[in-house]
């Protein structure tokens, strides 16, 4: 396996006989992040992850300089499963100047949910992944869907620009007691760790309800607002939305196989999201 830290060096080892697979990263992997390397390697010849803390997805009172940079134990980990080349530039590499072109995606799907907390979010998002399809141009790339609306969004964004590439979820890889696998789990305490299952079971709940038939959506939100505060959460929502454009179920439209549901809450100082398809 390759590690690369320029766009010219990455080029150079880029193979043009080869389908390309990207798997964007921010570094400080777990097994969620490997399971999208697997996933590449049935999608393509060369596998290259991105690894790059993009300072564009934080907002100022955000964690961008507590974020883990653990590059040599990451390449350790992506060179076991198989990944061909890594592709980790610094900031002066990627943004050599001051990014004041942006990709603003479509506020109806980016305004909404996380958008709607972090304002911004997804505008930093989707510039930095135009940036690095630019670089690797890839016929694939990978996205895992537990950031369900970032998926959702860079589908969104390949179709518009007409793109010649594929995007791909992989569904959401879980810890034995639901948690969503996520480098931000690290920040919990052991006891925080217990309660954060907690969110991935409320989840669930609203799930089951809706599979057996359940169409009031907004007491099934409310209660699992209420559960979650009530163990120590502070909710930024539970919703269930449809899945194509995250927009609320109309009254009387079908929820089973067409919906999902989506958390956010922060535990003590940590903020988790996660999501599970109806």
Known sequence: MKVVHTIAD??????NRSKRV????M????EGHLRLIDTARRHGEQVIASIFVNRLLFAPHEDFDRYPRTLERDCEMLASRGCDLVFAPDEKELYPQPQTFKVHPDPALADI???????????GVCTV?????SCVQPDVAIFGQKDYQQWRIME???????LP????????CRAEDGLALSSRNAYLNPTERVQAAQLSTQLRQIAEALRSGATDTSTLEAQATQTLNDQGWKVDYVT?????????PAPGEALAGACVVLAAARMGQTRLIDNLEV
């Open 10 to 15: 990455l080029r150079a080892q880029l193979s």
């Open 22 to 25: 990207l798997v964007p990263t």
């Open 27 to 30: 570094g400080n992997l777990h």
């Open 113 to 123: 949910l996380e958008g709607h907390f972090r304002p911004g979010f997804f505008t």
């Open 129 to 133: 992944v135009m940036k690095l399809l």
């Open 156 to 162: 969104r964004l390949v179709n518009q620009f007409a």
């Open 165 to 172: 590439l594929q995007i791909v979820g992989e569904p959401t």
């Open 240 to 248: 269930v939305r449809r899945r194509m454009d995250l927009l609320p």
